[in-house]
């Protein structure tokens, strides 16, 4: 093949940055893919594991949610508000909090991924509200992908299970299922230590037990996901469901008590998709999605020395949407494309309450409210020159209830000197639109102005360099300055609201190389250099480690049927709230994989945390700890037969 064939066939393609699908050295981002096969081989169970492998992101944890960070910004306790989580190109942050989740709450079961795109930098210009720092876009496997039917069993030291039943089939008469279900449940740590409730040591009135928490880090989950095509038309349907209790005593409710959180998250989309010719492509979906949250957190009423007074404080949230997006992608003289789209979204119902969990009830929050957005788009690809393309688009939103209209464009100059070599030069703006938590859960909201979205605006030059067939290397130096952020807030008298408090800059380096044969070997290394700031003062943000690096290993050890995936990460000291440092710490993750040594039968053996690093994530506003201990060293079989 000549040397255009051989990159051709090397460079892997998206669909998420641009809503169509290109190459990745053509798309207007710096991209990272996962694919199912590399899922598989370094034994990622959840989306979090997937992302905590790429480059330039970290992820934490609170024993509760699993919270994603992106160049350098992570705030605790943020619900991944400012990332953009897609499935199949479908909305999945909820109306609610806005949150995009990562953990055993994720919607989709990491064995139905099919890929998983990484888009960096803001995206707003074709997707609205929180593409802000980047978009997480799944693909999902199709029917024909499983031809047949799977069943799969794991098991994981801290008595902790998980099982799954998929199905999917392309019928002769073009019909393609697919269907799968899963369950997860989990007795969690048995015990964990926090000194800050350690009585011997801590003044905090509700510090007991040692400072020893026993048995309450379980978790249960369920997924249920379908999906049904014919010819232009798809139909899917996901449902999942996650209970878990909490052990760090979060929102200063009693420690050592039975804390819990549970989610619910169910969404229906029907998507049509046409090629009119070979040059012109319409679009179409239409979508109704629902989330629910319920929280419990006792509290002792009792005064200093009197008896025990328990209070269960419930609160908990639904939010049920609709709305349908349709778009036109069009090329013309096969060099130029032109995106045109619109998105209109319907949140009808708002729903917010807390009460005391005692009789007669009373409540002290009961809200309820609806609102309308109407989002259009363009996009155009233009070949100025036979190897220089300009990527530009820009997408206008108007938020019917709120704060009205938003402009946010992205451009992007491609250049390519020769086959093998790409360089970017990307421009963009993002917003991100208040949610209805932080606009509607205080009461002390109703008194202060409206909120005003947050926005961003990001430079980026991106390099990315291909060696023969078998070898990339990619840098990409990025600066971006962040406005009217959303942070709690309180009155003199102590009551919590929110307000557009801080501006934030930061810069930052990210460099990665990789070798891939057809062997099965890869080899993998980045590194990420960051700083993240407060614009006023200088500081640097909580939550924001200055280096990250991580390496990932797969090696062939038998054929093409037993292979070792090893990764390795490393994450620099991270400031707190308190302003003290979280300790810098590496972990490493080893799986041994192995497929058809058995007819059907796919077996994965793996280590997490292989040195049992002793390491904590910064805590939120809302623990008392400074920093969340995380796990230690675990263990998991996992063992898939197909039928």
């Not at 996962?34 to 992101?57: P, Q, W, Y």
């Amino acid at each position: 093949m000549s040397l255009e064939q051989l990159l051709d066939a090397r460079v892997e393609r998206v669909y998420g940055a641009s809503k169509y699908e290109q190459k990745v050295t053509q798309a207007p981002s710096s991209v990272s893919i996962v694919t199912a096969d590399e899922i598989k081989k370094f034994g990622h169970r959840t989306l979090g594991d997937v992302l905590g492998s790429v480059r330039g992101l970290s992820v934490a944890n609170d024993r509760n949610y699993s919270y994603l960070g992106m160049r350098g910004f992570q705030r605790p306790g943020d619900y991944n508000t400012r990332i953009l989580m897609l499935i199949d190109g479908h909305r999945m942050n909820d109306n609610i909090f806005d949150s995009a989740y990562i953990g055993q709450d994720s919607a989709i079961d990491v064995d139905l991924i099919e890929r998983v795109e990484v888009i960096r930098g803001p995206s707003s210009s074709i997707y609205g509200s929180s593409a802000f720092f980047g978009v997480i876009n799944i693909v999902t496997k199709r029917g024909q992908d499983v031809n047949g039917m799977e069943a799969s069993g794991e098991v994981t030291n801290g008595d902790t299970y998980k099982s799954r039943f998929t199905f999917g089939k392309k019928f002769k008469n073009d019909v393609e299922w697919l269907a799968s279900g899963s369950y997860y449940t989990s007795a969690g740590a048995e015990r964990l230590y926090y000194p800050e409730f350690d009585q011997r040591r801590s003044s905090d009135p509700r510090a007991r037990s040692n400072g020893v928490v026993r048995n309450r880090d379980g978790e249960e989950a369920g997924n249920l996901f379908t999906s049904l095509r014919y010819h232009d038309f798809t139909a899917s349907a996901s449902f999942n469901g996650r209970r878990k209790d909490v052990p760090t005593a979060s929102f200063e409710s009693r420690f050592n008590d039975r804390e819990e959180t549970a989610d619910y998250r169910t969404y229906v989309d029907l998507k049509y998709d046409h090629a009119i010719d070979e040059n012109v492509r319409v679009q179409g979906r239409a979508f109704y999605d629902n989330y629910s949250y319920y929280g419990a957190y006792p509290y002792d009423y009792a005064a200093p020395g009197d008896p025990l007074q328990r209070v269960v404080f419930k609160d908990g949230a639904i939010g049920d949407w609709a709305g349908t997006e349709w778009q036109l992608t069009m090329k013309i003289f096969d060099r130029h494309t032109i995106v045109a789209g619109s998105e209109y979204r319907e949140n009808f119902r708002l729903h917010q309450f807390a009460y005391e969990d005692v009789t007669p009830r009373s409540y002290s929050l009961k809200d309820d409210q609806s609102t309308r957005i109407l989002g259009v788009y363009g996009q155009t690809e233009v070949v100025l020159l036979t190897n220089l393309v300009l990527n530009a688009g820009v997408r206008y939103d108007y938020y019917f209830e709120s704060f009205g209209g938003t402009l946010n464009p992205r451009a992007g100059l491609i250049y390519n000197p020769w086959p093998t070599t790409t360089f970017k030069a990307l421009y963009g703006q993002a917003f991100r639109a208040p949610n209805a938590f932080e606009q509607f859960y205080y009461s002390a909201q109703r008194t202060r102005p409206p909120l005003d979205p947050e926005t961003i605006r990001t430079y980026e030059l991106v390099y990315d360099q291909y060696l023969f067939r078998n070898y990339r290397l990619g840098v990409s130096g990025y600066y971006y300055e962040i406005e009217d952020l959303i942070n709690q807030n309180a009155t003199p008298a102590g009551d919590l609201f929110f307000d557009n408090l801080d501006s934030v800059r930061a810069a930052g380096v990210e460099f990665e190389a990789e070798a891939k044969y057809d062997c099965g070997l890869l080899i993998r290394g980045s590194y990420a250099l960051q700083r993240t700031e407060d614009a006023t003062t200088g500081q640097e943000l909580s939550s924001s480690a200055r280096h990250l690096i991580k390496g990932n290993l797969i090696v062939p050890l038998y054929k093409d049927k037993v292979f070792a995936g090893f990764e390795l990460q490393y994450q620099s000291s991270a400031k707190t709230l308190a302003g003290r440092r979280a300790d810098d710490f590496v972990i490493g993750n080893l799986t041994l994989f192995s497929r058809e040594i058995v007819k059907g039968l796919e077996v994965s053996a793996s280590v997490y945390n292989l040195f049992d690093t002793q390491y904590g994530s910064p805590g939120a506003g809302d623990h008392l700890q400074d920093t969340i201990q995380q796990d230690g060293r675990s263990f998991r079989l996992k063992m898939t037969y197909k039928f």
